[in-house]
């Protein structure tokens, strides 16, 4: 259970800065919608979402027998009409929160390997824990370094958070960049992104397997050339 709230922490705070960074994609592309909303702002009272934030993942978790969760802050609100590049202004919206995780799991990774080259964290320790974390076995608790769980599962979450996101399916992210070189009308794109997120929640529980199979190989391979193992 305590590996489980820190795990939701994480993903809360990392959804959260994957938020910020869509609202503040836009304002640079002359959206203000976010701005004065006020929801570019780190502040987690700004953004938690009861479905998302606490009823989904407990929901997900009860659904999937243990086996799955995901957890969301409530979505940035931005006008695409106002962003100067209207082609391809929202797939750079849309890109900017996976790109903000990727970013996050890129510097945690570097501290973890000044970690683990320094003696801070051995690296025995930063290889059981991957390997505990992907098996799911309990990282809190088994004597090894705090600091290495805490990067590692920062680390895991975002690369999760980024490459789940980066699906082409309404109303991922991924979906953005789909929209963007595909010739699909306003009216089309409205529709998929109001009917898309029950179909995503379909599509999660028939190809969950497949798709966090490759999404933990990617992640296999970041720890692997962080760590440079």
């Not at 003696?119 to 705090?146: E, H, K, R, Y």
């Not at 789909?178 to 028939?206: C, D, N, T, Y």
């Amino acid at each position: 259970m305590p590996d489980l709230i820190l795990l939701i922490i994480i993903l809360i705070m990392s959804a959260i800065v994957h938020e910020v960074s869509h609202g503040l994609a836009a304002l640079w592309l002359g959206d203000p919608t976010a701005k004065y909303a006020g929801r570019l702002t780190l502040n987690p009272l700004s953004h938690l979402d009861p479905w998302g934030s606490f009823l989904m993942p407990v929901g997900l978790l009860l659904l999937s027998g243990g086996r799955f969760f995901f957890a969301a802050a409530k979505p940035v609100p931005y006008n695409p009409y106002n962003l100067r590049d209207q082609k391809y202004g929202p797939a750079i919206v849309g890109v900017a929160g996976p790109v903000s995780n990727i970013i996050i799991a890129l510097v945690f990774g570097i501290f973890l390997r000044i970690f683990t080259s320094t003696g801070v964290v051995p690296m025995g320790d930063a290889v059981a824990l991957i390997t505990n974390i992907f098996s799911g076995q309990s990282l809190l608790g088994s004597g090894l370094s705090g600091i290495g769980i805490l990067f590692i599962m920062i680390i895991y979450v975002n690369i999760l958070l980024a490459f789940f996101n980066l699906i082409p399916f309404p109303p991922l992210d991924g979906s953005k960049i789909l929209f963007a070189v595909l010739p699909i009308s306003e009216e089309m794109k409205l529709r998929l992104e109001q009917g898309g997120f029950m179909f995503l929640l379909l599509l999660i529980f028939l190809l969950s397997g497949p798709i966090f199979a490759i999404i933990r190989f990617i992640e296999l391979i970041f720890f692997k050339l962080i760590l440079g193992i």
